[in-house]
């Protein structure tokens, strides 16, 4: 979260509301620089929600960061050896950057997309730092 503006008469701390939608039954394990005491977890639309308050002082930025284990579901899929990752462009909002990390036990064969912004940490984490001016698909092959 970015704030721009200055603390004047109109313009004070930007306070924010922010949901993240992941694959239902998915176990929060923490989340950083939000500043909330209280982060709600919730089922609703058919995922599991992390619900929490952040709050930006004008002129600053923020970045949150969300750690959780995949439901089980998921890591069924990738003991098949694929991982699929689909963030969802909130309607109205501009997110000029942001960076995706995938870790796994097993290495990584192959990843999409590819380009200047997809790195591979190492053999079993790949990482890029894109925008999400759109949805946005991440894919990735990993060996046995």
Do not use: C
Request: proline share 2%.
């Amino acid at each position: 979260y970015a704030h721009n503006g200055n603390f004047d008469w109109k313009t004070t701390r930007y306070q924010t509301y922010t949901r993240v939608y992941v694959p239902r039954g998915s176990q929060l394990i923490s989340i950083e620089g939000a500043g909330s005491e209280k982060t709600e977890v919730y089922d609703e639309y058919g995922k599991t929600v992390f619900g929490f308050f952040a709050s930006i002082e004008p002129g600053n930025m923020k970045n949150i960061r969300i750690k959780y284990r995949l439901a089980k579901t998921v890591e069924e899929k990738i003991k098949n050896n694929s991982y699929s990752l689909l963030i969802q462009k909130q309607a109205g909002r501009k997110v000029e950057q942001m960076s995706v990390v995938a870790s796994f036990s097993n290495n990584v064969e192959a990843y999409q997309p590819t380009g200047f912004y997809a790195n591979k940490i190492d053999k079993k984490s790949i990482k890029w730092d894109t925008d999400l001016k759109s949805d946005k698909t991440f894919n990735i092959k990993i060996n046995r």
